[in-house]
């Protein structure tokens, strides 16, 4: 098994599905008139893959889903989409067929090809999409040392999502040259990773990542109103938590309830759980053993 391994899926013109086929991941796929590479104008979700289980397979498909309606995009057939990534997800296995530890499949729809038959003049598309199959890479030494965060102005208020819905916050969209950016901006300041902030002072998410906490017996994490990506993984973890006999609640977080928690963790598809080890250069504690706890749940899912 080398990959990474590519399904292409085929639309007719007005959008309804036509079906799948393999494609060569190293050919050429994309036109330059694709409204994706042109103006990021697309959706995308990365579906994590434990021990060959598909992890959070419906929520990634129904965010999917969501993030399309807010770009006006055709509405994701499900069926078509699940059939495509399971298919792909299929080839990451060894060659005794075992499947690998840890892998993803990222899965991305753009609007299609500009003008629809490459004119520039704008028109109709068939949107272009694929699902795209890889070995994860080894996010060991962040879930195990932890990660230093560095906080960053959104230059938004909290209720972004209610005021100008037409920023789209809370849309995985190609447009992310910026959540790539913060990374360069944390290498910068001496950091890992980047934690953003509503410029009424409010804990947003991460880059590609949503922020959890505990207070005593609770979890808590910003409410998914803020203009933030409703987080697949942390979702699970307050399931898990719920059994485990936490209390869980989404609220209003600030840079203080942060610095006072007793842990804190960025989390998401593919790194899982990250320990948040400093803030801005000030070193806090992290929680090896519940961390510990909440990766073997996240890797030991099957669905
Ligand atoms: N927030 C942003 C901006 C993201 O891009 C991501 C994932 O890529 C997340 C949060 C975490 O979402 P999930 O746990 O579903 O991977």
Redesign the pocket.
Known sequence: MTGPFLVRLAFAEDGTPAGHYPADVAAPQLSVLDLGATRGDGIF??I?LGNGHLQ?LE??LA?FAYSAAMLDLPTPDTAHWRAAIVEVAAHLVDSAGVPVDEGFVKIVMTRGVEGGSGSLIPGATAPTGWALAAVAPDHTPARRNGIRVVLLDRGYRHDIAQTSPWLLAGA?TLS?AI?RGVYREAARRGADDALFVSSDGYLL??????LVLTRGQTLLTPRTDLG?????????IFTWASGRGFATEYALLTVDDLAGADAAWL????RHAAPIRAIDGVGRAIDAELTAEINVYLHARTE
């Open positions: 979700e990365t994590s959070a929520p990634h965010r995985k992310y959540n998410e991460g880059a590609v990542s949503n933030i990506l409703a987080g697949t993984t942390q979702a699970d989390v998401s598809s593919g």
